[in-house]
């Protein structure tokens, strides 16, 4: 009873949080212009707040910080230093994606700001010590100071850039990750034994504060994340790591999103073009501009496709066949991205 009183507590504090922070970052962007005007790469019909982004941020650091004064059992010794370094990390990057909402950073200085965040999660022992074996299901002896701290960083910069792309449709981005944090939660709190109930805390305030983003963000939008959406991949990136390594969660769920960041990157490489600037040639954009979809189509169609595999991490624990799983998505990914091209080629 104790624990679902602590469930209900911090996801309600989280949600009711960003419901409320939502409208005030609508008028902050209005106030101060930190707008997205129409026909930007988003094509926008009207100007739209771009600092949406902050609610979840604030839902997510007050869920988290009422889950520290639940009764809940708890495990890891290193928790607190853990959260510390999550809302440290947390408000860095928030910072930055507030900064390139104003200034229009570049590539670079978006970079180091994304590595800053990452060193601060190491510094906070928020760090990939080991895998577990798919073909045995043991865990990897630990790796040495250098390959933890590049995985990490990898990882971490990595999770932020993918959420920041996938941000291009209405609910896209923020429907996602919340599917991501209700597995993280689920997979902590019932799939894990023993559970971790206060690591399970932590994907649940992110889900709270993602439901109250997301009423005002889904088709038709009325707030955009903005530049906030690099604080939302450092958030299931770290959570992916805390309580040990739930890569493989994430790497289901965000699959799709996953290798349309690297398909891309490779086409603009070929291309000759900038990999690290934005256009249109995301998977999501594609669907949307060929008028195969509507943005509210194209949403419940990503939702569906990460909810199915997400799905699948919960219902074995076997690492052999979570790696199969994975391999078909990705085989999956392919033949429709082929598809789709050669589609539009023959258009």
């Known amino acids: 009873m104790l624990t679902l009183f602590a469930f209900a507590i911090v996801f309600n504090a989280a949600l009711a949080t960003a419901l409320l922070a939502v409208p005030l970052a609508r008028r902050l962007s209005f106030r101060f212009g930190i707008i997205s005007m129409p026909g930007g790469r988003r094509q926008e019909p ?53 900064a390139d909402d104003i200034l229009d950073l570049n590539y670079m200085q978006i970079f180091l700001g994304q590595a800053l965040t990452s060193a601060i999660a190491i510094a906070f022992q928020i760090f990939i010590e080991f895998f577990n074996n798919p073909l045995t299901g043991a865990q990897t002896d630990p790796w040495s100071p250098v390959i933890t701290v590049a995985l990490t960083l990898f990882w971490l910069v990595l999770m932020m850039n993918t959420v920041n792309l996938l941000d291009g449709s209405d609910g896209l981005a923020a429907g996602i990750a919340l599917i991501a944090s209700i597995v993280l939660f689920i997979n902590s709190a019932f799939a894990q034994q023993p559970a971790q109930t206060s690591v399970s805390l932590l994907p649940l305030a992110l889900t709270g504060a993602l439901l109250g983003f997301l009423i005002h963000n889904f088709y038709p939008a009325r707030v955009y994340m903005g530049g906030s959406a690099w604080f939302l991949g450092y958030a299931l990136g770290a959570l992916s790591i805390i309580g040990g390594a739930k890569m493989a969660t994430i790497l289901l769920v965000m699959g799709l999103p996953l290798m349309d960041l690297g398909w891309q990157m490779v086409n603009r490489l070929r291309h000759g073009n900038n990999p690290f600037r934005g256009d249109r040639g995301h998977l999501h954009f594609r669907l949307l501009d060929s008028g195969r979809l509507t943005p509210r189509q194209l949403a419940l169609s990503y939702y569906g496709f990460c909810a199915f595999f997400g799905l699948l991490t919960l219902v074995t624990a076997s690492e052999l066949f979570k790696f199969i799983a994975f391999a078909v998505m990705l085989i999956c990914i392919a033949i429709g991205f082929i598809a789709l091209g050669s589609s539009s080629a023959l258009d």
């Open 46 to 98: 009207t100007p739209m707040a771009k600092l949406g982004g902050l609610a979840i941020f604030l839902g997510f650091t007050v869920g988290i910080i009422l889950a520290q004064f639940v009764v809940v059992q708890r495990q890891d010794p290193n928790e607190v230093i853990r959260l510390s370094g999550l809302l440290v990390g947390g408000a860095v990057i928030t910072a930055l994606g507030v």
